[in-house]
């Protein structure tokens, strides 16, 4: 029953980081149907920044909106000089985020050495409650509150507020939203930041829960989330959601009992899904095929 | 053979072929010649990856699984069995046919889905042969990667030379005429107007497959050799940078000709010599990926059609003005 | 002569509006026929069941007897029935020759053939070559399809067609887009293939004088359904088919319907 | 006074020349139909004045204002609403949702515009909340038409409203559409001449890309020639 609840907990909030970076990459390819293969650069630089700028002051917060800002920074370079001048055009999509991924991982060895660093819990978010030998660490129990609020914020970004509505209408009709006077491509630039924001918070997160953060991470994590937002439904942030949380869950259980076969895993769900339901559990646009 | 090869670049060809069969006699610096041999092995490997890409349209960004693949089975071999051409000949055949078997798998799951979840799919599936190449350590020694030693013919720099020039030399001639096969025609034509195609009465699905099935089983090749002129294998084989090294030898050279394929090669591999003997001198230049991911963000924004397309539009543009002067004579 | 295509109450409906209702056609081996109609009369839709991008919500299409209501558009096509769009279709960086080889080898068996068999290169070479002059293409063989002109791609196209061995050609508006100076060799094309006798030909066109100088029949089409069909001098005459052009059957049918 | 100018547009669609020289106006508080058949350039031109494909050469004032080359966001909120050929639904948004998106970058009177709107198709109160993607064709295209005025009042394109309706809701269209006239200026594309030539002030037939005829309506009505011509057959 412990390690029931234990790998539940760590499933749940695995699963949440990873939502942050999928939430971005599906919210572009539903607007812009643009498919960000740099997106997981922005996360892995959000982990290194949010660690130095923690260890150069020591305040958890700093390093959060440090990290967050670094990320828009870079997130604004990419929108304007990489995805811009392609727009529409599919394989030249794929091909230069790719490349944007590579220089954005590589850049962070530049600046931080090709080895990984080590990164420190906050000392309020330090230790475990226990309640009768069930062990809960806090800091996951903090990410698990963080990534529900920014759902919740997400959910209520995207249904309560005017700009939300002009995110959905222009993911169902672009032509029509501009007709309607709205700058579509500025739309876009505020989904990008708000996507790069969320990676990099993800990121930030994710190394003192980690503890270790390296440069690779960014691929691996890009991986994961693609994987996420495939069996979510391409453009779906509830689709997202619910597929974050069943890929961190059964990642974490998988990485219990039978560790090897954990990537396995993923794959496995990825290939039934494309099997079964080609649009993913809530696509309905139809995106595949 | 007519349309087959036009005569000029076929004289090209092989001039270039005649020099780099007479470069060890002129030039026996050993470096060199490694460097030439390490351009070969990348050519076909490029080329690989440019039937996919440049000529039937397909994003693959998994495509160093089928070059460790080959890597893999042959090295395996060699650390089993004894260094001899006939266990190189079975390395290499079980690595074509497990390549084989993969590409048509993937293929077959995922290539009428979008170019997209192609892309991605293919990505997930080579991090999962590199996890895979990590954990069964009785096999691969994991991270650390294992020596190996290789028939001598192999051990000898200037025959091993030969042999991968010439590896080269049938590659190439055997994808050229398959890229002028009648399947062939197919593919460029699905990668133009798949739609059309399928209206035609060609089922695109069929040719893709018959295109990364191709494509998997040179590379294999091409891994097989690289990992007998290291002589050593890790799991680098299957990491995203040797996919890159494809993807910016096929995107400077240009798409959909082969012969671009090669040269984007030389100059990669050239680029990549000089950086890393740079940074003995420059530290900066130990992280030489990252200047070959400007470079390839640059290709891909400024010359989209490569180096073979750039000549193409300087060519055409020449002819266009000879075109002019003539109806500018004609009218005087 | 026998019928080369028949269609038994063929009817389409999306959603709860029809498209085309209860159209019955009969067509003879070796005619060309012209569908005219008003903008919204369910041509294009017509030649989308014809073709099979679209299947029927009820009757049947028989093309030399058999029944191919069920069949996908590339078994439609191997059948013979083949159709040109409303935009060229070519593929922009091959050449001619190579455009119209691609429909040779699909139309014969050794379509998969990995490596090229220099006899049925030349076979095929010979044969485009039949079919380019038979469209007035001669010696553009070489040229990429993408450098043509733009009546030439149209030509082009029909080739393709032919090549395919198509028996039922639906053409959709073969001069839109074209400019006036080259209609007449699209023309010249059409008649030509026309005086073969091997080819029925189906025209969706809205050049009145081009479809009256070209058809043998004229079949109007109005609000989905069979308006009238015969020999297009009476056919033009009709008091219902100039009404229906105008708009002017809108109230007739709210009075039946 | 002509709200609405084009002078000389030539548009390309990729490589095929679609509009070659299309010169016409708009007089303010008219509805003026624009006729001809498919492919003639009709659409086009409703693009090439909303932005979406930008003329090469020649250019549109609207209001005395340039509004060639400018982007169709900055166009949109000249005051000019748009209603395209396949009515541009939000199907997963609701009626609600759709018009509050119009208010969003229109100036004015939009409570104004809103509630005669609401008068006019009062289908769209009753399914005020219901997702539009769930309303019948004609509702549909009534949500479009409402949307399309409460962005831009000055004046309204419209593509063929008429296309896949029954005939009875094409009556009821068009007679909203001739009471939308007291507050606005219409351009009108549509195919069914009979229904178009009793609510139209002005016509223009389109013909391969071309205005090969021009005038007022009335004067169509009784030109059987011209009809025939370029609305029938020979």
Not at chain 2, 234 to 260: K, P
Not at chain 3, 11 to 23: A, L, P, R, T, Y
């Amino acid at each position: 029953m412990e390690v029931f609840i234990n790998l539940l907990v760590n499933g749940v909030s695995t699963g949440l980081l990873i939502f942050l970076l999928a939430a971005g990459l599906t919210l572009i390819f539903g607007l812009m149907s643009v498919l960000n293969f740099a997106h997981g650069g922005l996360f892995v630089w959000g982990a290194f920044s949010g660690a130095w700028i923690y260890k150069e002051t020591n305040s958890f917060l700093l390093a959060i909106v440090g990290a967050i800002v670094i990320g828009m920074a870079l997130g604004w370079v990419l929108e304007r000089f990489l995805i811009r001048p392609v727009y529409g055009n599919h394989v030249r999509q794929l091909l230069i985020t790719l490349g944007g991924m590579l220089v954005l991982s590589e850049s962070i060895k530049i600046f931080w050495g090709p080895n990984p660093i080590r990164v420190n819990l906050p000392g309020w978010l330090e230790g475990s409650y226990q309640f009768d030998g069930i062990i809960i660490i806090k800091y996951r129990v903090f990410v698990i509150v963080v990534g529900l609020l920014l759902y919740l914020a997400l959910w209520l970004l995207l249904s309560r507020t005017q700009i939300g509505l002009m995110i959905r209408a222009g993911v169902m009709d672009k032509e029509m939203v501009q007709a309607l006077g709205i700058n579509v491509k500025g739309l876009f630039t505020f989904v990008f930041l708000l996507g790069a924001a969320l990676a990099a918070l993800g990121g930030a997160l994710l190394a003192p829960y980690s503890g270790v953060v390296f440069a690779e991470m960014g691929m691996q994590y890009a991986i994961l989330a693609f994987i996420v937002v495939i069996i979510g439904g391409m453009g779906s942030l509830q689709g997202s959601a619910l597929a974050s949380l069943i890929v961190g869950v059964a990642g974490a259980f998988m990485a219990y009992y039978i560790p090897d076969l954990s990537l396995a895993l993923n794959m496995l769900l990825l290939a039934i899904v494309l099997l079964v339901k080609p649009t993913g559990l809530m696509g309905e646009k139809g995106s595949a095929v | 053979m007519r349309g087959l090869f036009h005569k000029v670049p076929l004289y090209w060809g092989l001039a270039i072929m005649l020099f780099m069969l007479l470069f060890p006699f002129v030039n026996d610096s050993r470096s060199m010649l490694i460097l030439l041999t390490q351009i070969f092995i990348f050519a076909i490997f490029a080329m690989s990856f440019d039937i996919l890409l440049g000529y039937t349209g397909i994003v693959s960004f998994g495509h160093c699984m089928f070059f460790g693949i080959g890597a893999y089975s042959t090295a395996i071999i060699f650390n089993h069995l004894e260094a001899t051409l006939l266990n190189f000949m079975i390395g290499l055949a079980i690595g074509i046919i497990l390549s084989a078997l993969v590409s048509y798998i993937i293929g077959s799951l995922s290539l009428r889905l979008k170019s997209h979840f192609y892309a991605m799919l293919t990505l997930a599936v080579s991090q999962l042969f590199l996890v895979l190449a990590e954990k069964w350590r009785g096999l691969t020694h994991g991270g650390d990667g294992f020596t190996f030693s290789v028939p001598d013919v192999f051990k000898d720099r200037t025959s091993f030379y030969y042999i991968t020039l010439i590896s080269v030399a049938v590659v190439f001639i055997l994808l050229k005429l398959f890229t002028e096969s009648s399947t062939g025609k197919v593919l460029k034509a699905i990668s133009q107007n798949e739609y059309r195609a399928e209206a035609l009465g060609y089922k695109s699905l069929h040719y893709k497959l018959i295109a990364s099935v191709t494509a998997g089983v040179a590379a294999s090749f091409s891994g097989a050799l690289y990992a007998v002129s290291l002589r050593f294998i890790n799991t680098n084989v299957f990491s995203i940078e040797v996919t890159l090294d494809a993807l910016l030898m096929t995107m400077i050279g240009g798409l959909g000709t082969l012969a671009g394929a090669i040269a984007g090669a030389g100059i990669i591999e050239f680029l990549r010599h000089y950086l890393s003997e740079l940074a003995m001198t420059y530290p900066i230049f130990e992280r030489w990926t990252i200047i070959l991911g400007f470079l390839y963000i640059v290709v891909l924004l400024v010359f989209p059609s490569g180096l073979a397309g750039f000549i193409k539009r300087i060519n055409l543009k020449n002819k266009r003005k000879m075109k002019k002067k003539g109806e500018l004579q004609r009218v005087a | 002569m026998e019928n080369i295509l028949e269609t038994k109450d063929l009817s389409v409906s999306f959603g709860e509006h029809d498209v085309i209702k209860d159209v019955n056609l009969e067509i003879e081996r070796g005619k060309l026929i012209s569908i005219i109609g008003p903008n919204g009369a369910g041509k294009t839709t017509l030649f989308n069941l014809l073709s099979g991008q679209i299947t029927s919500t009820k009757g049947e299409i028989y093309f030399k007897n058999e029944n191919v209501t069920k069949l996908s558009v590339p078994l439609r096509a191997r059948r013979g029935i083949g159709r040109s769009f409303q935009l060229t279709n070519i593929f922009p960086e091959l050449t001619v020759l190579e455009n119209i080889r691609l429909a040779i080898q699909s139309s014969s068996k050794d379509y998969y053939s990995i490596f090229p068999r220099l006899s049925a290169l030349s076979r095929q070479q010979d044969e485009a070559k039949a079919y380019m002059k038979k469209c007035m293409l001669n010696g553009k063989e070489h040229v990429l399809a993408q450098d043509l002109a733009h009546g030439e791609k149209r030509k082009l196209e029909l080739a393709m067609l032919l090549a395919l061995k198509t028996e039922l050609l639906l053409l959709d508006e073969p001069t839109a887009g074209i400019s006036i100076e080259e209609i007449p060799a699209i023309l010249e094309v059409i008649e030509n293939i026309k005086k073969d006798g091997m080819y029925t030909i189906v025209l969706i066109e809205h050049k009145m004088e081009m479809v009256m100088h070209l058809s043998d029949i004229l079949v109007v089409l109005f609000n989905g359904e069979l308006l009238a069909s015969g020999n297009p001098q009476e056919i033009i005459k009709d008091q219902r088919v100039q009404t229906a052009y105008l708009g002017g059957l809108h109230r007739e049918s709210i009075k039946t319907g | 006074m002509s709200l609405l100018k084009l002078d000389n547009l030539e548009t390309y669609l990729g490589q095929y020349h679609i509009l070659q020289g299309v010169s016409m106006s708009v007089e303010e508080g008219s509805i003026t139909v624009l006729f001809g058949r498919n492919g003639a350039g009709k659409t086009t031109t409703l693009r090439s004045i909303m932005g979406f494909n930008p003329s090469t050469t020649g250019s549109v004032h609207y209001n005395n204002q340039r509004i060639s080359g400018i982007s169709t966001h900055l166009i949109s909120r000249k005051g000019i609403g748009y209603v395209p050929e396949n009515q541009g639904i939000f199907s997963a948004l609701t009626v609600e949702e759709t018009l509050n998106l119009a208010k969003a970058k229109s100036k004015g009177e939009t409570e104004e515009k809103m509630e005669w709107m609401l008068e006019l198709f009062p289908d769209l109160k009753k399914f005020w909340r219901k997702k539009s993607g769930l309303l019948s064709g004609g509702q549909k295209q009534m949500l479009a038409i409402a949307r399309a005025y409460i962005n831009g009042d000055g004046l309204l394109l419209i593509d063929e409203p008429s296309k896949g309706l029954s005939p009875i809701m094409v009556e009821k269209l068009m007679e909203s559409i001739l009471k939308m006239k007291e507050k606005t200026t219409i351009l009108l594309v549509e195919q069914n001449f009979l229904m178009a030539s009793e609510i139209g002030d002005y016509f223009y037939i389109m013909d391969d890309g071309k205005i090969v005829h021009k005038g007022l309506m009335q004067d169509l009505k009784e030109d059987k020639a011209t009809c025939q011509k370029y609305l029938g057959i020979a």
